[in-house]
Nanobody, 124 residues
Framework: QVQLVESGGGLVQAGDSLRLSCVAS????????MGWFRQAPGKEREFVASISWSGSSTYYADSVKGRFTISRDNAKNTVYLQMISLKPEDTAVYYCAAAKTSAVTVAPRGYDYWGQGTQVTVSS
């Protein structure tokens, strides 16, 4: 089992920045690819970004490319999502997820563990 706890969400204005953190506990963090997803009210959960177990590979949704950066610190069992130039359409609950694979993973079904989510609200 892997437990994931997200933090760092909040209410910001358009153009502001936020950094989300996700701390993992349980199994060896470095054995898992990690991802961030988000879900807005009335919409399906969507992929945001993924990072390989080593951190050498990353992948982003087109909607956040150039504005969001995923990174990880395996010594701290933590994955981050740095978000800049936030837009109102980025408003959602953001979820951290862990996949039992070394490679970046896009599909939600490829993930084995999920956090409870952290709310990000961007006002215009």
């Amino acid at each position: 089992q892997v437990q994931l706890v997200e933090s760092g969400g909040g209410l910001v204005q358009a153009g502001d920045s936020l950094r989300l953190s996700c701390v993992a506990s349980g199994r060896t963090f470095s054995n898992y690819a990690m991802g961030w997803f988000r879900q807005a009210p009335g919409k399906e959960r969507e992929f945001v970004a993924s990072i390989s177990w080593s951190g050498s590979s990353t992948y982003y949704a087109d909607s956040v490319k150039g504005r969001f950066t995923i990174s990880r610190d395996n010594a701290k069992n933590t994955v981050y999502l740095q978000m800049i130039s936030l837009k109102p359409e980025d408003t959602a609950v953001y979820y951290c997820a862990a996949a039992k694979t070394s490679a970046v993973t896009v599909a939600p079904r490829g993930y084995d563990y999920w956090g409870q989510g952290t709310q990000v609200t961007v006002s215009s």
